[in-house]
């Protein structure tokens, strides 16, 4: 599996570990994963080059191009030369996101070990971001010790906080409000609530839930922050404002959020001014 031994032989200088032209013969697409990649255009050429040919070409210069894959998306303004000078880290953080999709016991396995191998904060975090999607107890287990071994750190522990608020399983609403009542977290402390409030109304999964618990808790922080801090309750509900974006029963919802915080007596100049603009 190309994949897997991508990821597994991954060194922190950028390097493999083996030649992948050793595992198993020519480097051919795996299924769905090199099926969904992106893909970048060649400079000046008229064909596509998949990820998945960029990424086998890091380790085999003679990999033939598969050029049966489907077009997905146009990245015309990045130069190929740019493409090219993307880090090894990013390229193989993508192929353990396409693992941890399937949801099986190896791709886990292999974001546990990256997690535990400690090599870079970029391998740590994208690992425990895979890990908590996934769920169960390998997310949590990950999770504590990354908070006993960061806790004195401002900085990575607003990564605690967003990591959790991102995470896409349906239990995501309730844990943000629970970590609303940890003591690390405080309304009073902008870093935090981005870190928290504003990550999880960027969770598209989750904020934008059908029964529309996001949209109310979003509600309830806006309200709590405003004589707090009036410019980042404000930047708060712009997640509110773009409801002609989404369809019938959600416009409807986000917009009765909007009505309840601007019918709210004595609310700021900022969080007034996005709040009725939203609605005109």
Known sequence: MFLSALVSHYQPDGTLSVDLREQGGPIVGYGPFAAGMPWFRRRGGGW????YDWGARLVNPAHESRQDLPVLRYLEPWPRDFIRALHPVWYKNLCLAYLAAAGDAEALGLCRAQFDARHNMTDQIAALRLLMDAGGAAGEEALAVF????AGDPLVLDKWFAIQASAKGPETLARVRHLLGHPAYSPANP???RSLV???CANQVRFHAADGAGYAFLGERVLELDPLNPQIAARLLQSLVR???FDPARRTLMRAELERVLAVDGLSKDAYEVASKGLA
Do not use: H, I, L
């Open 48 to 51: 596509v080059e998949t990820a």
């Open 147 to 150: 908070y006993d071994t960061w």
């Open 191 to 193: 870093n935090r609530v």
């Open 198 to 200: 504003a990550s999880f």
């Open 243 to 245: 409801w002609r974006r």
